[in-house]
């Protein structure tokens, strides 16, 4: 079936430093691709997507690239502010009417002033 | 600001007692779908609807667990008898499915703990 590999962390970093997670995934045809965010308390929030190889999707300074040939999905961000620290989810809809997402185990990070 | 609106936030309650959580999906999304969240198995899909009719329960356990949409504003998920290995966050959410690639609205979540 379907899967989503990513780091689980925490992953902690100074403020104004690069960022990246990694994310890969496993699935049959031509899967979309999400990174969401889960602020304490709360549900998760659709950070940015991705619906075909090379695509690169983008908000609020992050972005990701829809990488087909390494079935990869690396979340970046140049410069990250304390206001950063969540729980990052990679996610994947297979598509074809299969609209429900397979999620990684998430992604703990925390900035540090 | 539309929402998806969930009760109740924390339930908590006896091994063997039947659960219902309830989730209200934003208005004119025609897609609900409900999650579980554990710190084992993190988020799992368990049930999804498409104008009220369930397109895919493959995620629940079908002995205890029942969801359905008595109408288009309304979505419930029931466990009945609950069992400690229930505990969890549940999470509803919603869209406006028309591809594969729609963004999903997330409620909340209602924190359940199962004694």
């Known amino acids: 079936g379907d899967s989503v590999t990513q780091m689980e962390g925490p992953v902690t970093l100074s403020e104004e430093a690069f960022l990246t997670i990694n994310c890969t995934y496993t699935a049959t045809g031509y899967p979309s691709l999400f990174w969401y965010v889960q602020y304490p308390g709360e549900g998760l929030q659709l950070l940015l997507k991705?619906?075909?190889?090379?695509d690169k999707g983008s908000n609020k300074g992050f972005e990701a690239t829809y990488r087909k040939e390494t079935t990869s999905f690396h979340l970046e961000k140049g410069s990250v502010q304390v206001s950063d620290s969540a729980v990052y989810f990679c996610?994947?809809?297979?598509?074809?009417?299969?609209?429900?997402?397979?999620f990684g185990k998430g992604t703990h990070l925390i900035i540090q002033p | 600001d539309a929402r998806v609106t969930q009760t109740p936030r924390d339930k908590v309650t006896e091994m063997g007692q039947e659960v219902t959580m309830r989730c209200q999906p934003i208005l004119g999304h025609n897609t609900v779908f409900w999650y579980r969240q554990t710190m084992m198995q993190g988020l799992e899909l368990l049930a999804y609807f498409r104008n009220r009719a369930p397109l895919d329960d493959s995620g629940m356990p079908k002995d205890r667990f029942s969801a359905e949409m008595p109408d288009a504003t309304l979505a419930t998920l029931k466990i009945q008898p609950s069992e400690p290995r229930d505990s969890a966050v549940y999470f509803c959410a919603s869209g406006l499915g028309t591809s594969g690639s729609y963004e999903q609205f997330f409620g909340p979540g209602t924190r359940l703990t199962v004694l």
């Open positions: 991705a619906t075909k190889a090379d």
């Open positions: 996610a994947l809809s297979a598509g074809g009417g299969a609209d429900g997402l397979t």
